[in-house]
T-cell receptor, first 118, second 111 residues
């Protein structure tokens, strides 16, 4: 149980285009999903917290108009990188919190999406 | 922002050796989680700790929630090649939804 998927697993796009990344909880309901960014050989950097049915909460320094997050259902959150530029190239990982664990804060991670902007 | 100090940053050991890594903070946490990340993949949850002093095992892995609630350690016994990867600690501050991550410990095993 507690499986999280991401799609696509990798994407290459031209500068100026927008890219959408999907994060799905496959066998549980997730009231909260989190989006992280990870640079090579570094730790995970939280970008935003996505709550189902409400606006995402962005971390300081993360542009909300650049990284659009939608959490329309208890099993799906999307991250759209708008007008992507080479500096947006990174490994993007989502995680989901299992509603069944109540107050517990176990987060289950997706496999990540490698974005390369040319 | 909040930081967790994770050490060591890297370890080079022989197969069969035991491994120990830890995380410390100046803040009190009410949850400690340990994850393992393989290259190009997302982190996988290894052990979750919820009470001060709690000691939990998962196979050859053992983790403890420090009694002061400001630290946690992870031990791996009798390491095997598939233990290679990056291990992250993560903590949840009281009242917070998000996790604070350590910098990671990169484990390399010589056969």
């Amino acid at each position: 149980g507690a499986v999280v998927s991401q799609h696509p697993s990798w994407v290459i796009c031209k500068s100026g285009t927008s890219v959408k990344i999907e994060c799905r909880s496959l066998d549980f309901q997730a009231t909260t999903m989190f989006w992280y960014r990870q640079f090579p050989k570094q730790s995970l950097m939280l970008m935003a917290t996505s709550n189902e049915g409400s606006k995402a909460t962005y971390e300081q320094g993360v542009e909300k108009d650049k990284f659009l997050i939608n959490h329309a259902s208890l099993t799906l959150s999307t991250l759209t990188v708008t007008s992507a530029h080479p500096e947006d190239s990174s490994f993007y990982i989502c995680s989901a919190r299992d509603l069944r664990t109540g107050g517990m804060n176990e987060q289950f991670f997706g496999p990540g999406t490698r974005l390369t902007v040319l | 922002g909040q930081q967790l100090n994770q050490s060591p940053q890297s370890m080079f050991i022989q197969e069969g050796e035991d491994v120990s890594m830890n995380c410390t903070s100046s803040s009190i946490f009410n949850t400690w989680l340990w994850y393992k990340q393989d290259p190009g993949e997302g982190p996988v949850l290894l052990i979750a700790l919820y009470k001060a002093g709690e000691l939990t095992s998962n196979g050859r892995l053992t983790a403890q929630f420090g009694i002061t609630r400001k630290d946690s350690f992870l031990n791996i016994s009798a390491s095997i090649p598939s233990d290679v990867g990056i291990y992250f600690c993560a903590g949840q501050l009281p009242g917070a939804q998000k996790l604070v991550f350590g910098q990671g410990t990169r484990l390399t095993i010589n056969p």
